[in-house]
């Protein structure tokens, strides 16, 4: 690897199912730079390779690892992929500064259990047994939840379900039963989240995210902005946007704001047959100190310039 690469590296414990299917890969200490010098890669520190054996519970076998990788280059393998959702997790790195193309490509689909990860074939084969050995299988998917991998520091996570590795979750962070972070996204700051904040979206500190509430990402054929909430920011419940949310800025429970959604400015020079000014949602998009509402006389959406910072959290609940 050249000295001009952006570097990260680590020791970890790669799940290898009997078909040679790498699983998934854990790193405790994740690093940012290269490997240092006169450390071996295939010497991996005792007390990480000590955990290493097979579990014939889940016919797999657990593999003592060193991982050196890109992180501007897109991932290449499962072990890759892991190591970069692990730099987002312990927050060594944020959301969007990292290459992640091609990433569920490296991720095979598993089937989680109270006992670690195995493969969906051998885990529908194996009910009895693993009722037998008072195993559960808890989801099957590409990706796992954070909090079976790290712990964030100073972080409230009531459903430990709905984050996922590869959540951003800052000191401070409350994700309250209903809310949901994905890979690639979170939190900056001090944060209530109760709704749901999209891959690729970051979101300020002081920030409210309602409950109920969406944040519309990258995924799933959506667009290429990439969506931010700024510093003190609410997101009322059951409300979303496809725009940035500017600092001090709140949007009324209920209200969903798309780039194209046309916004009547409440409070600026009248057109010159004498009707309001109005713009699409995306010429309004980051701008700081709005409160956009919908009026409840003619049901047209309204952006009104609002003075002073926007929401304080309770600190009792973030400390």
């Not at 003190?232 to 059951?238: D, I, M, Q």
């Not at 209200?255 to 009547?264: M, P, R, S």
Request: aromatic share 4%.
């Amino acid at each position: 690897m050249t000295k001009t690469a952006r570097a990260a590296w680590g020791y970890g414990l790669a799940t290898v199912a009997s078909d040679g299917t790498v699983l998934d890969t854990w790193y405790p200490d994740p690093q940012l730079g290269e490997l240092p010098a006169g450390r071996e890669p295939w010497i991996v520190p005792a007390e990480i390779s000590l955990h290493a054996g097979s579990d014939p519970r889940r016919d797999v076998r657990v593999d003592a690892v060193t991982v050196e990788i890109d992180i501007d280059k897109p991932p290449t393998s499962t072990s890759d992929a892991y190591l970069r959702l692990h730099l987002l997790s312990h927050t060594l790195v944020r959301p969007n500064e990292i290459n992640l193309d091609g990433i569920f490509a490296q991720l095979p689909n598993v089937a989680w259990t109270t006992a670690g990860p195995m493969h969906p074939d051998v885990a529908a084969v194996s009910v009895p047994s693993l009722r037998r050995h008072g195993i559960q299988v808890q989801g099957i998917d590409k990706f796992p939840r954070l909090t079976d991998y790290v712990t964030p520091p100073r972080v409230r996570i009531a459903d430990a379900s709905r984050v996922r590795l590869g959540a951003h979750l800052a000191p401070g962070t409350v994700v309250m039963h209903e809310g949901f972070v994905n890979f690639n996204a979170g939190t900056l700051g001090a944060s209530m989240v109760e709704g749901r904040i999209s891959q690729g979206v970051v979101v300020g500190d002081g920030s409210d995210i309602g409950g109920g509430a969406s944040i519309m990402g990258t995924l799933s054929g959506g667009g290429k902005e990439r969506v931010t909430i700024g510093e003190r920011a609410l997101l009322g419940a059951n409300a979303g946007i496809g725009i940035s949310l500017g600092d001090d800025s709140v949007v009324e429970a209920g209200l969903y704001i798309t780039a194209g959604t046309k916004v009547a400015l409440v409070g600026a020079a009248p057109r010159p047959d004498g009707g309001p000014q109005v713009v699409k949602a995306g010429e309004l998009s980051g701008r700081p100190g709005l409160l956009f509402r919908r009026n409840s006389l003619t049901g047209a959406v309204e952006a009104v310039a609002r003075k002073g910072v926007g929401i304080e959290l309770n600190s009792a609940l973030h400390a």
